[in-house]
Structures are given as C-alpha cells and as structure tokens.
C-alpha cells in the first residue's frame, strides 16, 4: 500500500514537473508551446496553429474589431474583452496611462477571462465549448479574479515609456535580452505584454522555462526589470 502511494506520488510528481515545463514554454518556436493550440478541443480551427489569433482575409471580423485595435492591423481574429478596468494608479507613477490598448488588448482578449478561448473568425464554426482561461488554468488570468478587473495588482502596461518624465528608465536604445532595443519592443511608445514577453515562444528571443519572457529574471537576479530600471 506504501509502495503504491509512493509510485503514484512519484508519477503525479513527474506529470507536474513535465506539465509545468510545458506550460513555461521550450523558447523553441510555438509548436509545443502554451500558445500551441493545434489540438484543443475549443480550437474551432483544430490543426491550426496561428488562426486561433491571426486570420489570412478578413473573414468578417466583427468579433476581432474594436475602436482602437483595427488599426493595429496583425490580422488579429480572436475577439476582444470589453471590460473597462480600472487603471494602475500611485503617487510616484510618470508616464501617461489609460485603458489598455495595441497589443495588451489582443493578450487580455483572452487572459482577462471574460472571453470564451474559441472566440473567433466566421469561418471556424461556432465555439464548441465556452472554456476560459481559467478553465485551464486559474494561475493564468491576468488580472486574476481576485482583482477582477481591476489592473492595480498587475506591473503598469499601455503606460508609456519615457525616460525624460522618469530618469529612473533606461535609454529606449538599450536592449531586452535578444528581442530587439526597448524601442522595438513599445507599441504606440508604451509598454505592452508584449514587451516582456515573447507570445509566440520564438527560437532566441524567449528564455525557455520562464513565462514566455523575453529575458530571464533570474539568471541575472531580476534581469528583465534591470533592462528598463535603473535600480
Ligand atoms: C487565444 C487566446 C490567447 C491569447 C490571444 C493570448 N494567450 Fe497567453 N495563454 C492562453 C492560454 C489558454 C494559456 C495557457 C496554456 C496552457 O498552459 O495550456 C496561455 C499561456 C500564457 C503564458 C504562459 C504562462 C506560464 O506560466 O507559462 C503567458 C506568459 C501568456 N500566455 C502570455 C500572453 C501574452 C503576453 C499574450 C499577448 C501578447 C497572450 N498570452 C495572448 C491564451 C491566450
Ligand atoms: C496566442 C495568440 C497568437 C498565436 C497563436 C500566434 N500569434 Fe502571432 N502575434 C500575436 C500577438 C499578440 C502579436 C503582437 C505582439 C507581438 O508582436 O509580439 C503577434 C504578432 C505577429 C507578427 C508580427 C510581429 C512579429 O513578431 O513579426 C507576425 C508576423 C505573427 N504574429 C505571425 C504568427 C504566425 C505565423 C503564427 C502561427 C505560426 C502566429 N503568429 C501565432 C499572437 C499570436
Ligand atoms: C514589465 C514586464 C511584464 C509585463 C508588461 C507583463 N508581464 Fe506577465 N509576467 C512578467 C513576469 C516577470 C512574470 C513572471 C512572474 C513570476 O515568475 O512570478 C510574468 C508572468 C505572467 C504569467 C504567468 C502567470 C503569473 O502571473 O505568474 C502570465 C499568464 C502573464 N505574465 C501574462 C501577462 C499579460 C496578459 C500581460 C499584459 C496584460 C503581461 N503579462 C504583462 C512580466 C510582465
Ligand atoms: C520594458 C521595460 C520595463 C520592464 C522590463 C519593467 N518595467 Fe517596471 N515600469 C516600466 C515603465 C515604463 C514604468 C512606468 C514608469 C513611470 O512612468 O513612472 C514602470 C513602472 C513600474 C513600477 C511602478 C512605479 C510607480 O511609480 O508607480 C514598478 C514598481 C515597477 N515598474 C517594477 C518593475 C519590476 C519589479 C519589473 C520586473 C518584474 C519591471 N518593473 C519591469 C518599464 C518596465
């Protein structure tokens, strides 16, 4: 009875370590990756990688249109959160802030979890399930319920990055990690999920094992925030 309460812990332990390997992403291209919804029983395009996100023609995207994110372009196909949050405030922040846009929309789209994952273009068909992200998993939805929707608890984002309101920032010519220089990786200026990490897992631009970021925050302690923050 030990032995077989032993050997069951040792697997639940080997499915976990593996599961959370996964889950962290390989930094070896999507495939494989958390954003590797290929075959999802909610991915209305199974065998797909990239519609679930980007679709080729615009298949009526109602769905994926919203004031402000149409002219992002990208061929985005998953539907858009409406929720309005409320904002990150503190006494000490520089940069201007207002309701998220650009990229940080097409993430929280789905992270924020009021948006069904398999909501998207008209010619998948209608979303077999209604999973969330927090069906998934709950460590996942950003901001967590317990914030609902408010951005307080989350790092600043759609704020824009500028050293000349906060000598505490980096110049935007200095880099993050091997993704590009902070300039490259602003969207509209500002600070977008984005910028920390790589959605797409791609080969040497996100560290493998470490929430799809662009750089590790641990092989030099606390390196991703050390790339903007002059601390
Ligand atoms: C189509 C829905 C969708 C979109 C859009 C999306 N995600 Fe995700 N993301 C997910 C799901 C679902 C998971 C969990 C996958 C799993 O573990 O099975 C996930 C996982 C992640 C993880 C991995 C967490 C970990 O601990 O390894 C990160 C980080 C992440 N997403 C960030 C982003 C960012 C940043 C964007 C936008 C640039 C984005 N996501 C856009 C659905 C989405
Ligand atoms: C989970 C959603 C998701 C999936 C799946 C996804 N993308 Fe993206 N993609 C995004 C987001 C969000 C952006 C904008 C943010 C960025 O550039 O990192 C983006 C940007 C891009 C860009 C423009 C910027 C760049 O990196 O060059 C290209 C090209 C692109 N994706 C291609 C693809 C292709 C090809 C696939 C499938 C192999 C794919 N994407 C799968 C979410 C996704
Ligand atoms: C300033 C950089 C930065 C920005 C901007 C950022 N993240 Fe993260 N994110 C991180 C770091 C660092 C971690 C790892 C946290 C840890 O190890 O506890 C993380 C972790 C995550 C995770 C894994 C679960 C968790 O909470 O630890 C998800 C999912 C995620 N981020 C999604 C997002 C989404 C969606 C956005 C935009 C709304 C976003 N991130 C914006 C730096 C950032
Ligand atoms: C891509 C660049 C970038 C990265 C990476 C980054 N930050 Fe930031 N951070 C900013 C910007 C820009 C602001 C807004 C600064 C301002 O205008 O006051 C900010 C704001 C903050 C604030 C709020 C400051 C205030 O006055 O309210 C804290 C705290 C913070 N960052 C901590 C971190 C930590 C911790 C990390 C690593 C997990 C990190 N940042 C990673 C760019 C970044």
Same mark, same amino acid.
């Given at each position: 009875m030990k032995k077989l309460t032993l050997g069951f812990m040792a697997m639940a332990l080997v499915i976990g370590i593996s599961g959370i390997a996964m889950? $962290? @992403?390989?930094?070896a291209g999507i495939t494989g990756s958390p954003h590797d919804f290929s075959a999802e029983l909610w991915n209305t395009r199974t065998g797909e990688l990239c519609r679930v996100?980007?679709?080729?023609?615009?298949h009526n995207r109602t769905l994926a249109i919203q004031t402000g994110i149409e002219t992002n372009g990208l061929l985005w196909n998953h539907k858009l959160s409406d929720v309005s949050y409320?904002?990150?405030?503190?006494?000490?922040? $520089? @940069?201007a802030i207002a309701q998220p846009t650009g990229t940080a929309k097409m993430c929280l789209g789905c992270h924020d979890g009021t948006v069904a994952l398999g909501a998207m273009d008209s010619k998948a068909v209608a979303p077999s399930t209604t999973t969330v992200i927090q069906d998934v998993d709950a460590g996942y939805q950003t901001p967590s319920a317990a914030m609902g929707v408010s951005l307080q608890g989350t790092h600043p984002i759609s704020v824009t990055y500028d050293p000349t309101l906060d000598a505490g920032l980096k110049a935007t010519t200095e880099t993050i990690g091997t993704s590009g220089t902070i300039a490259s990786l602003l969207d509209g200026g500002k600070v977008q999920c984005?910028?920390?990490?790589?959605v797409h897992?791609?080969?040497g631009e996100a560290v493998a094992n470490t929430h799809l970021l662009r750089q590790s925050n641990t092989a030099t302690a606390s390196g991703l925030c050390l790339a903007c923050h002059i601390k």
């Open positions: 889950a $962290n @992403g390989l930094g996100c980007h679709v080729p023609h615009d409320t904002l990150y405030a503190s006494p000490t922040l $520089n @940069g984005s910028t920390c990490h790589d897992d791609s080969v």
